[in-house]
């Protein structure tokens, strides 16, 4: 049973685009909520993430937007980059373990 | 130096065989997970261990099994691989005072002929 949904599985954007990735979770009990990024030949890394008692959060060029009552949160990337191509995870906690969405890849054209 | 490290990197092995992939950390953390990764469906968890004398299950652990020999080092082991095991598998940690971050090693890609 898949706990995280993410949309889309593939994104291209422009260079100074604004790619929007979608996570859905069924689970109330999750208690925080990070995204991932991952390039070619290295493990996942903690790009930003929050805790439901947040909107918003915002890092750099990075916001999490999140909607307790829908479920839902989203990655927006402000001023995309061709540094940005990478593949995206969003993840859900609880009890010390982590579900995470599908995956994004997301490629940024010069 | 790497905080997480994962050998081998790269494995092609044939169905039927054994095979311990390996798991080292310096960071000193208590909490250590084995995940795969597939192509569209994302990390899932194997298997994942809170401390030396505890290790648990996680969504996807049929076919695998684990040793937490110490603290730093947690090992995945194929007792007879199948080649819907090919897969790219993550070892990670986490720490009791982190912020939840999860720390993931470099992957070891597996094949399965």
């Known amino acids: ?110 | 130096d790497a905080d997480v490290t994962q050998t081998p990197r790269n494995r092609i092995t044939k169905t039927g065989k054994r095979i311990m992939l390996e798991c080292s950390q310096t960071k000193g953390h208590d909490r250590m997970y084995w995940y795969r990764q597939d192509p569209g469906l994302g990390l899932r968890l194997i298997y994942y261990s809170f401390d030396v004398k505890d290790i648990n299950k996680g969504e996807i652990s049929d076919g695998y099994s684990v040793s937490r020999q110490a603290q730093a080092k947690f090992s995945l082991s194929l007792e007879s691989a199948i080649p819907n095991q090919t897969a790219l598998y993550f070892c990670a940690t986490l720490g009791w005072d982190s912020t939840d971050t999860q720390y993931f090693g470099p992957g070891t890609r597996l094949t399965v002929l």
């Open chain 1, 1 to 110: 049973q898949q706990q995280v949904k993410q949309s889309p599985q593939s994104l291209i954007v422009q260079k100074g685009g604004i790619p929007i990735i979608n996570c859905a979770y069924e689970n109330t009990a999750f208690d925080y909520f990070p995204w991932y990024q991952q390039f070619p030949g290295k493990g996942p890394a903690l790009l930003i993430a929050i805790r439901p008692d947040v909107s918003e959060k915002k890092e750099g060029r990075f916001t999490i937007s999140f909607n307790k009552s829908a479920k839902q949160f989203s990655l927006h990337i402000m001023d995309s980059q061709p540094g940005d191509s990478a593949t995206y995870f969003c993840a859900a906690h609880h009890t010390g373990k982590l579900i995470f969405g599908q995956g994004t890849t997301l490629q940024v054209k010069p």
